[in-house]
């Protein structure tokens, strides 16, 4: 639930910058010179970008949720047996371990989404946020029927 919160709260914030920051090209552009045209049009792009950002990130939440969803349903998710500090934070050692077979678990069925998806929980387990987006592209890809891209 935090997750989400949180995501919505950045979400929202985007929103409100690329209003900003979209206005303000508009009034640079409105003021019909040469420069301020120039730069106004080059302040759009600021607002096209975050727009493509927020999409492409809305929707692949979206589809990790639905693999998460479909995983769930079929009692295939991955159980926490991650050992905890006391202050709640996953012991490296413990996910490491967990990571192992993970990763052994996807090089036994690369072309089976479930275990990318649950390779993509360790690799995020472990810390290692850009590789577990990539294992879970590489679910989705898989799942919906793509092949993966490399």
């Excluded at 997750?3 to 640079?28: E, P």
């Excluded at 995020?124 to 890809?141: E, F, G, Y």
Aim: aromatic content about 8%.
């Amino acid at each position: 639930m935090r997750a989400k919160i949180s995501y919505f709260v950045t979400a929202a914030v985007l929103v409100v910058y690329i209003v900003l920051v979209g206005s303000r090209g508009v009034l640079l552009i409105e003021q019909g010179t040469l420069l301020t045209v120039a730069f106004g049009a080059s302040v759009l792009v600021l607002p096209v970008i975050g727009l493509w950002f927020l999409w492409k990130n809305t929707r692949f939440v979206r589809q990790a949720n639905a693999l998460a969803a479909e995983l769930d349903a079929e009692g295939g998710l991955p159980a926490d047996e991650l050992v905890r500090t006391p202050g709640g934070r996953i012991d490296r050692d413990s996910a490491d371990a967990v990571f192992a077979e993970r990763r052994a678990e996807t090089e036994a069925s690369p072309e089976d989404w479930r275990c990318w998806f649950r390779l993509a929980v360790a690799y995020h387990d472990a810390r290692d946020t850009p590789r577990a987006r990539k294992a879970m592209q590489r679910a989705i890809a898989l799942h919906g029927g793509r092949p993966p891209s490399a």
